[in-house]
């Protein structure tokens, strides 16, 4: 029984999509049902779908730390109603075509979802209101030239296969105020990624082996773009990202001068990218006998946002909503190679100099910083 009701809502979706050409995306709300859920895809793209599920994209309209600063945001706005949609459009953009800015229908809170990046059939950052050409319906674009589905139809599409304009509709923003709260695809762009025709898919989607399509339907090839798409959240990212080197050390009795390079190697952006919620701290001391690092020395890495008094911006809420400038940007570069010098003292019985490079998240202020490890390097004494 709830088999055959989940077909005829399968069948009752493509129906809808067959007549939704055009331009649904300045359309009245329409029913959430003009996308179809993500483990309905799943059915067949089985692998994707676990990757997905796996990535920041499946949370980013349910994460406690997006309820949260939404509920900030709508708090302290005089405009409730802009002020959700305004969060809302990019962390649930399924919302755009249903209108759905509560976040109630279970296709709402998929957030980026399958069916959302699929039908998105062009980008324009400078068009008004937002820079989609929402596509919802029967045709699902991607990077595969000659395929062909059972459920849908399928269309070739340069914009997902190569162009960084899918990621940056919304991983480059301006806030009504003017300001660059996100500027991930501009940096990219001023960098010397794109010469290379490194796009944001080469690195953050590459290709793994595994099934396109479970089971015996046919696949025209054995391998699938990771839809994992992981930034700083995860530590093996960063490490192939990012690079500590300790390059001089001269130790005298009582201190060490310790000089350390630390580089971005393979960031596509500066490092780190994203909000300015996130920083890289490169921290310098000394172990003795307990293995905590002492006299510790730090030098943060990050990009400030200014409110209009000049203060900096800590809650992300506050980032889209109050930042009028942006302050230091002390971020690495691409390719950049940055060289730090300490002096630290060295405690009687001490056993290591260490230097630690470390990624901080500090978009939830209720659960505080998270600190990830990226990489240590160390000097043992008398080595
Ligand atoms: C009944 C099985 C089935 C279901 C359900 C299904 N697909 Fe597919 N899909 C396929 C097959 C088969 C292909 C072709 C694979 C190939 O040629 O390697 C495909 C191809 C695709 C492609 C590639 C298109 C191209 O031209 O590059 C995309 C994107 C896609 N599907 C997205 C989706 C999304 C999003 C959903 C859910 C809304 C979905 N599919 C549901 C079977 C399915
Ligand atoms: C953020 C947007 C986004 C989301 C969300 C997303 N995809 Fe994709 N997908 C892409 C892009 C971009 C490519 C092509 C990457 C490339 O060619 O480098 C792709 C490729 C594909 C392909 C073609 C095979 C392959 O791996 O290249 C299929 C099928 C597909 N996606 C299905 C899905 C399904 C099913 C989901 C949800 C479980 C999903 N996608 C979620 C952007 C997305
Ligand atoms: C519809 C808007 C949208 C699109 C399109 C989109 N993203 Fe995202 N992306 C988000 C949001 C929102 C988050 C944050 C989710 C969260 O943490 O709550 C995110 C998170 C990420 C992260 C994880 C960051 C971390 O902290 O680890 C990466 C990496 C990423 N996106 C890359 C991409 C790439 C590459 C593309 C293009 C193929 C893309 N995104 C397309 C909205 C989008
Ligand atoms: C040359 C490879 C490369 C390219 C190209 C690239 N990135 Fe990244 N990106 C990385 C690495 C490595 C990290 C992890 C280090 C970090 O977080 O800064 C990362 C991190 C991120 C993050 C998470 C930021 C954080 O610190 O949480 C987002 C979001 C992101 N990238 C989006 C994009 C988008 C959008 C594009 C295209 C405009 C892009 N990236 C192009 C390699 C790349
Ligand atoms: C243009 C798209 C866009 C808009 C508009 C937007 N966000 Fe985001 N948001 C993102 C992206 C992309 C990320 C991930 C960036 C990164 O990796 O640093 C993100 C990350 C976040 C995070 C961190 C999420 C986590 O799980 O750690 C919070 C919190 C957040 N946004 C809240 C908001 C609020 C509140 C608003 C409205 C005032 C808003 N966002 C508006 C794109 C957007």
């Known amino acids: 029984m709830g088999q055959i009701l989940t077909r005829c809502a399968?069948?009752?979706?493509?129906?809808?999509?067959?007549?939704?050409?055009?331009?649904?995306?300045?359309?009245?709300?329409?029913?959430?049902?003009?996308?179809?859920?993500?483990?309905?895809?799943?059915?067949?793209?089985?692998?994707?779908?676990?990757?997905?599920?796996?990535?920041?994209?499946?949370?980013?309209?349910?994460?406690?730390?997006?309820l949260a600063a939404l509920g900030a945001a709508v708090e302290a706005a005089p405009d409730k109603d802009a002020a959700r949609?305004?969060?809302?459009?990019?962390?649930?953009?399924?919302?755009?075509?249903?209108?759905?800015?509560?976040?109630?229908?279970?296709?709402?809170?998929?957030?980026?979802?399958?069916?959302?990046?699929?039908?998105?059939?062009?980008?324009?950052?400078?068009?008004?209101?937002?820079?989609?050409?929402?596509?919802?319906?029967?045709?699902?674009?991607?990077p595969l030239e000659y395929a062909k589905a059972p459920f849908?139809?399928?269309?070739?599409?340069?914009?997902?296969?190569?162009?960084?304009?899918?990621?940056?509709?919304?991983?480059?923003?301006?806030?009504?105020?003017?300001?660059?709260?996100?500027?991930?695809?501009?940096?990219?762009?001023?960098?010397?990624?794109?010469?290379r025709g490194q796009t944001c898919q080469e690195c953050h989607m590459p290709l793994v082996p595994g099934a396109i399509v479970k089971g015996g339907l046919q696949s025209t090839q054995r391998r699938i773009n990771l839809h994992r798409l992981q930034g700083?959240?995860?530590?093996?990212?960063?490490?192939?990202?990012?690079?500590?080197?300790?390059?001089?050390?001269?130790?005298?009795?009582?201190?060490?001068?310790?000089?350390?390079?630390?580089?971005?190697?393979g960031v596509g952006h500066a490092a780190p990218g994203g909000l300015s919620s996130k920083s890289l701290v490169l921290a310098v001391g000394v172990e003795a006998g307990s293995g905590e690092l002492l006299h510790r020395r730090e030098r943060a890495y990050r990009r400030e946002l200014k409110d209009a008094e000049g203060h900096s911006l800590v809650s992300v809420a506050d980032m889209?909503?109050?930042?009028?400038?942006?302050?230091?940007?002390?971020?690495?570069?691409?390719?950049?190679?940055?060289?730090?010098?300490?002096?630290?003292?060295?405690?009687?019985?001490?056993?290591?100099i260490v230097a630690r490079l470390e990624y901080r998240d500090a978009s939830d202020p209720a659960a505080g910083p998270k600190t990830t490890l990226v990489t240590e390097e160390r000097r043992e004494r008398g080595r």
């Open 232 to 265: 700083g959240s995860a530590a093996s990212r960063l490490q192939g990202g990012l690079e500590l080197r300790i390059s001089g050390l001269d130790v005298s009795a009582a201190s060490a001068d310790v000089q350390v390079v630390v580089t971005n190697t």
């Open 152 to 195: 849908h139809e399928t269309a070739y599409s340069v914009l997902h296969k190569s162009s960084p304009l899918l990621c940056a509709a919304c991983h480059e923003h301006q806030n009504a105020l003017g300001v660059p709260v996100l500027s991930t695809y501009s940096e990219w762009k001023a960098g010397p990624y794109p010469a």
């Open 85 to 142: 949609r305004g969060c809302v459009w990019c962390h649930a953009p399924t919302a755009l075509a249903t209108g759905d800015y509560a976040l109630e229908a279970p296709i709402t809170r998929e957030g980026v979802s399958c069916d959302f990046c699929h039908t998105v059939a062009d980008v324009d950052l400078y068009k008004p209101g937002h820079p989609f050409d929402l596509q919802p319906g029967k045709v699902k674009r991607g």
């Open 320 to 352: 889209f909503q109050k930042a009028v400038s942006v302050g230091e940007d002390t971020r690495l570069q691409q390719k950049e190679a940055r060289t730090e010098r300490f002096t630290v003292p060295l405690p009687e019985g001490w056993k290591a």
């Open 10 to 66: 399968w069948f009752a979706v493509l129906a809808v999509g067959v007549g939704a050409g055009g331009s649904r995306s300045d359309a009245a709300p329409a029913p959430a049902s003009v996308y179809t859920a993500a483990r309905r895809c799943a059915t067949c793209h089985q692998t994707i779908h676990t990757y997905w599920s796996e990535s920041e994209h499946s949370r980013s309209a349910t994460s406690k730390a997006f």
